[in-house]
């Protein structure tokens, strides 16, 4: 955000809403009520700013926050799935189909699934009479067999549930090397957190993620989430999501995470569904998680009638309806043999476009070739783009992140006339808004200028904006046919 920006300090103050809650028992996905436990308060924190490192792959992406809040809950181990190899009966098909949110159409049958490969985590169904494959996460595949499982833990006091959190503690003292370590064990222990672990059997921990809950706000913060750096390549932080996501939803009055991420963890968080347009009042959460610098605020909303674990197969599903749906109005399907008049390279003719089987019945014509030949993007869209990312990514961008908020300085726009910052800039940049790289060379400045012209010398957004402009001017002069426009 360019110009003056508000600080918030967080209230860790806060009691529980709910003098007990029921203690849950996580078993496959499902949850079974067990008895009542007596909920504990919320305790102080002190710090002011964090600011944290990832260390994680292939997009599974560390994130580090502050502050929770509610009382904890403590899992047992899974129980027993059920056998896949139970024949179900219509019902259940139906059933299945129908969780899937697709139209019921006659006709439209969805077979019960068949493991082609139980090593490689192969499975297959029929739709409609076309077969689908299904291949499955190598985490949700060692889940099956027995040899990893997510327990969700609290510090109650139990041996083993302290070293499930000690396990976690210094996964995360690892993983975010700049996040002080002390803060890092205090929220981990704090009694009003709850952690999810993916536990290597016996007892051996390899990741997870510390989460606070606002229940009566229907919303939980996502505090610390990570992977160990052995471990990455597997597939368990997109698993280790989906677990939590259903776990909280129905253990919980939980509609919303919110998560601070730094500029490592976005793409992780995208991938699980994040994203940084908060729709969730502001009044909401303001005050209950905390605002510091370089992070980004990111929202997930969750969907009621979706069961996450199994969201990869309804998608499959859904894409085998839609195909459904396009064979009944299209030919798209149909595999036509090559042409013939290629196979003779010693005497190629040209041929009429129209004369080729299935090209006139699929709405092809002339004008159409002629656009999809022209480039999408300008010539110099790649430069704008690997540059914008770079100032996106730097540390003294996060001012200029997002448009100056009206509300926290009213007066900002009495005094600036052409405001621009970063994500302005990317839209542009998405539409093509930039038909020369002097236009975005433009609002470069504009944003270090409106900044400069609205803040005094002595402050820090005055100093950032020096510091993004010295750095801006860096990178244009690394590129030569650019780096005169700099000097």
């Known amino acids: 955000m360019a110009g003056k920006r508000g600080h918030y300090k967080q209230n860790n103050g806060y009691s529980s809403e709910e003098s007990k809650r029921k203690k849950l028992k996580f078993e496959g996905g499902q949850l079974d009520n067990v008895e009542p436990v007596e909920t ?22 560390s994130a580090s926050k502050e502050n929770g809040m509610k009382d904890g809950l403590r899992n047992e181990d899974q129980g027993k799935e059920q056998s896949k190899d139970e024949e179900p009966t219509k019902d259940q098909e139906k059933l299945k189909y129908e969780k899937t949110n697709l139209a019921a159409e006659p006709g439209a049958v969805l077979s019960h699934e068949v493991i082609e490969d139980e090593e490689k985590g192969i499975t297959k169904f029929e739709f409609d009479g076309v077969e689908y494959k299904f291949k499955e996460r190598a985490s949700v595949i060692e889940e099956k067999e027995g040899r990893i499982q997510f327990r969700v833990v609290n510090n109650d006091n139990t041996k083993e549930n302290l070293l499930v959190l000690t396990g976690l503690k210094n996964i995360f003292q690892k993983q975010l090397p700049k996040m002080p370590k002390e803060y890092i064990a205090r929220l981990v222990y704090d009694r009003s957190h709850l952690s999810m672990a993916v536990i290597r059997k016996p007892l051996t921990v390899v990741g997870g993620i510390t989460y606070r809950a606002f229940e009566k706000r229907e919303f939980a913060e996502i505090v610390f989430c990570a992977i160990s750096s052995t471990e990455q390549v597997r597939g368990y932080g997109a698993h280790l999501m989906n677990h939590l996501k259903d776990y909280v939803r129905n253990s919980m009055n939980i509609k919303y995470f919110l998560t601070y991420a730094d500029n490592y963890a976005i793409g992780y968080f995208k991938k699980q569904g994040f994203t940084k347009e908060i729709t969730l009042d502001q009044r909401i959460w303001m005050g209950y998680i905390k605002d ?59 041929i009429d476009p129209m004369t080729i089987p299935g090209l006139k019945e699929a709405g092809w014509t002339p004008e159409m070739d002629e656009l999809a030949q022209k480039p999408k ?69 504009l944003v270090c200028n409106n900044c400069r012209l609205y803040n005094g010398e002595n402050t820090s957004y005055f100093k950032y904006a020096n510091r993004l402009e010295k750095f801006f001017n860096s990178k244009i002069k690394e590129i030569p046919e650019y780096s005169h426009l700099v000097d």
Not at 299 to 326: F, H, N, S, V, W
Not at 386 to 413: C, G, I, K, M, S
Request: with cysteine; aromatic share 8%.
């Open 292 to 350: 510091y610098e370089g992070g980004t605020l990111m929202q997930c909303t969750m969907l009621p009638r979706i069961r996450y674990l199994d969201a990869g197969k309804i998608l499959l599903l859904q894409e085998a309806a839609l195909r459904r749906k396009i064979r009944t109005i299209s030919k798209s399907h149909t595999v036509r043999p090559g042409l013939k008049v290629f196979k003779d390279l010693n005497n190629i003719k040209p």
């Open 377 to 445: 993007r300008g010539p110099h869209h790649a430069v704008m783009q690997n540059v914008l990312t770079e100032l996106q990514n730097h540390a003294a961008a996060w001012p200029f992140l997002q448009p100056v908020n009206r509300e926290e300085v009213p007066d900002y726009y009495d005094f600036i006339k052409e405001p621009m910052d970063l994500s302005t800039m990317e839209v542009k940049l998405d539409n093509n808004r930039y038909e020369k790289i002097e236009d975005f060379i433009y609002d470069v400045r």
């Open 40 to 61: 504990q308060g919320a305790h102080d924190t002190d710090d002011n700013t964090v600011k944290h490192e990832v260390n994680l792959e292939d997009g599974e992406r």
